[in-house]
């Protein structure tokens, strides 16, 4: 008896061993497909991102729009109304990086004409974003220096950098005077 037990369970085990490794292949073939399926890659995805905040409040006598921004290689050029955040944008982890934006003060994000008046601005630190995480730049005058109205003007070589560099397209054919914070159209500048 003991040998036949033996025999049966010889063959029941190599049984059960070869349907098992036939199994195996079928199974992840199904397991990989669900994946695909479901979407378990994208939840593994890791996504690092950047937000403007505009910090300015909604309800100022001449609100500060944000009209465009810059951060390191990310532009923003949908108008920021105040109190309201930029969609995210997505980026790549970076280190302390200097941010730019300008201002259009009173101008109506709804309307069709551009802005008529600008302020340049630049971050007075840099900002930072780790993998899979979000950056959030709060725009404001404790975090942007350049705002003539609260007294820290940039140097005319900063605002210059911002507007024949970094924001070439918005101030073509505008000269721009750090100290004041007016824009003027080139053929204007220095009349009285």
Known sequence: MNSTRSKIRAL??????????A???????????????????YVDTPYTNVVVD????????????VYQAHWQA?????????????????????SDNTAWVVLAPGWDPSS???PTSYVVMQSRSGFAVHLNDTLHIPVDDADFAGNCATGTPLTQSQADFITQFVFPSTFQGLGYDAATCMTTPMGDAGAE
């Open 12 to 21: 029941g085990g190599g049984a059960h061993r070869a349907a098992t490794l």
């Open 74 to 94: 990310v532009a923003f050029t949908t108008p920021i109304p105040p109190g309201s955040s930029s969609a995210p944008q997505t980026t790549v982890p970076a």
């Open 23 to 41: 199994a195996g292949p079928m199974a992840l073939s199904v397991l990989a497909t669900a994946a695909l399926v479901t979407g378990c890659d």
């Open 112 to 114: 069709s004409s551009s």
């Open 54 to 65: 505009n910090d300015y409040p909604a309800d100022a006598a001449t609100p500060l729009v």
